[in-house]
């Protein structure tokens, strides 16, 4: 993204009828001066298709937001912001074929999307991987990632959002093993999450110290 702009992301229809009249809306709410310099369309979700808006003349900005884990998203970050998922762990990922073939097909449940660093994604389905399949699952997610192509934060910075994100498991870890179990995860008890999460976070603080 040019300096000086921000984006913004919309949603329409899935035939994409309703795509004029979300600009002209966007195109009138928007402050006086700034004009939508690009679009892109995202992939993602079952119902909608969503665009991202290049905005002229603003900075990006992650918008304060809720997210259901018990903490706020900040007002600014540094760095590059991104279109976040802000629910993504295993049970939402999609995967077709078997074996050595099994690829990913698709990323469902779109609820809480959001707009700010990458780390934030990764955290979140680190922490899962950590308590799901333990420790060393959820520390190699993010060297997968940049492996991968990916971009994240810078060590300390990048543990703020891996730390944030499992604190918010500890009220009570074990609720993200009841559906798994349920599907024939014997292995997970009601204490194998909690005592993960603790190991987890020690391993956190040992890999970024």
């Not at 079952?46 to 900040?74: F, K, N």
């Not at 420790?135 to 990916?150: C, D, K, N, Q, S």
């Not at 995860?185 to 890999?207: H, I, K």
Request: glycine residues 12%; proline residues 6%; charged residues 25%.
């Amino acid at each position: 993204m040019a300096e000086g702009e921000r984006t913004v992301v919309v949603a329409t229809d899935v035939d994409d009828t309703g795509w004029p009249a979300t600009r002209a809306w966007v195109e009138e709410h928007l402050p006086s001066g700034d004009r939508i310099r690009a679009v892109a369309t995202l992939r993602g979700g079952w119902t909608s298709r969503m665009r991202r808006l290049d905005i002229e003349d603003g900075d990006a900005v992650v918008e304060p937001q809720a997210d259901g884990r018990g903490h706020r998203a900040t007002d600014r970050v540094p760095g590059p912001a991104v279109f976040l998922h802000r629910d993504f762990h295993p049970g939402n990922v999609l995967f077709g074929g078997e074996g050595a073939a099994m690829t990913i097909t698709g990323l469902v449940d779109w609820v809480e999307t959001s707009w700010g660093p990458v780390d934030l994604d990764v955290a979140h389905c680190s922490s899962a991987l950590a308590l799901l399949h333990g420790v060393p699952a959820g520390m190699r997610l993010a060297a997968h990632y940049t492996a991968a192509g990916g971009t994240l934060s810078d060590g300390q910075d990048h543990q703020y959002w891996r730390v944030l994100d499992a604190l918010a498991f500890a009220p009570d870890a074990a609720k993200v093993a009841e559906p798994w179990r349920e599907l024939g995860r014997e292995d997970l008890t009601p204490s194998v999450p909690a005592e993960r999460l603790e190991s987890y976070l020690e391993a956190l603080f040992d890999g970024y110290g």
